[in-house]
């Protein structure tokens, strides 16, 4: 979108979403958050990997604010590191399961009858199983690794991208500045991308936003169940899952890992949901 | 009515055929061979041959769904577990009323807090009551259900040591997982009711009640909750379905010996047949939970029971 016309839906939305304290506070630490990650190179303070058994178990202190972990590792430096893998794989699952979904909604929607009727059912298939299962099944098929991962949560969240833009696409179809382009003979593809998609955007950036709040969430749950992000690397859900063995003595390593995964899932939830009243400001609660 | 069940009875049976196939297809794609899985992976070529044949593993991908779901079907045999040899339905039979069990705590304790909370903070808008709420709401949605009993486990088992930090036998050792797969629902449902109250609170004949005189919390508990339980049943149905995936992680923390911990176990020494029976199951509880809140919008909502005559 790289025109925002004065008084365009999106122009409006923007303008709302301005006077949103939540939403605003959501995207300034989004933007920490991606900057600590960006840049983890420079600004943790130890490598990730680091071992120091000396060191190990530290509580929190001076040089290791977060302390370190089982293997002298500092925990700072390994929450700032799986920022970068948890916002990677968020974003990278949902833009998946968006141009996935995005495509079988709109083609659903745009062409009904068969194609409708086949890539519905599909979907239904794909909801009738509990999304967080339906990614456990998929990444204990394909095993652990970040791709594989990135894959199942992004199969899971396929159908509700398809959903939400078919009805996007219906709602739009019967209109009559559609029926225009398309006796000046503009081609379906034209119709979809240059009329239909940027007038259900509102809501496919509104679910979009939610839903990589979720992804991160299946994510942690994927690696802290042993199937996701395999050791070394330092991934939020992973590293609570190694804590737990030390709950009795170390218990604060338990507790920053966590606190990262639910400041990001606040931001984006806090977006998402000042997002929605902006484009929507009939349905503002 | 009745034939309004049995429609979606019958319609039911397509979804299943395609769940169960890709659950099928999705296992059969799985690198490793089930045989190396059962004998070791240093068992002689003559016993691994004689596995395959046994099992039919040789024959193509077709033929084994479709003896699949015949045996299904047929005799609700749906596989036998590699590690102990027993039928998988068993095996799930077993554990499952566990999972129900941990759900039903969890959508309790979230419905019995959760809505009371979402129609005071309705009722109350922007007091102080309101805000804490829904900031409480907001911490309890965005916090990860592992991290909430990890948390549970080292506060109240290993500081208080009030409760147990694993299995489910007592009811002192049914609390903290409950409390666990509970909490996101609790702040889903508190939300939904809160948002649902105040879309009817503004209605007319709510200020039609008010004008007649009618005690205030008769107006709330019975004109407004009344109308404002239909998205809310909506809520709390969709939720119980996935408390029982949900219920994977809570079992797995709190060593609950449900259909959750089953699958867990079943995933890490690939033993196949027992997660594919575990996510069919699973799938078939959560589409007739489905069900069950349809008919139960009709048993709330007049209007929606006059369509089904």
Redesign the interface.
Known sequence: MAIVRKNSNLHLALIRLRRNRLALLGLAVLFVLVFTAVFADFIAPYDYAEQDLLESFEPPSRAHWFGTDEFGRDILSRVIYGGRISLQVGIVAVALALFIGGMLGAAAGYYGGRVDEVVM??M???I???????S???A??L?PGMLNLMIAIAIAATPAFARVIRGAVLSIIGNEYVEAARCMGATDTWIIVRHILPNCMGSIIVLTTLDV?TAI?AA??LS????GIQPPYPEW?AM??A??GY??DD?YM?VF??LA???T??SL??LGDGLRDAFDPKQK? | MFRYILKRLLALIPVLIGVSFFIFSLLALTPGDPANIVLGADADEAAIKIFRTEQGLDDPFLVRYARFVYRAVAHGDIGRSYATHRPVAAEIVTVFPTTVKLASLAVLTAVVIGIPFGIISAVKQYSVLDSVTMILAMVGVSMPNFWIGVLLILFFSVHLGWFPSSGFDTLSAMILPSVTLASNTLAIITRMTRSSMLEVIKSDYIRTARAKGQRESVVIWKHALGNALIPIITVVGIQFGHLLGGAILTESIFSVPGLGRLMVDGIKSRDYPVVQGGVLYIALMFALINLLVDLLYAWVDPRIRMRYR
């Open positions: 059912r599909v239904d298939i794909l009738s199983v509990p999304r967080i299962l339906l456990i099944a998929i204990a098929v095993g709040a969430l942690s749950s802290f169940l042993g199937l859900g609570l899952s804590a737990r709950l009795r218990a338990t890992p966590g995964i639910m400041i899932i606040m939830n806090f609660r």
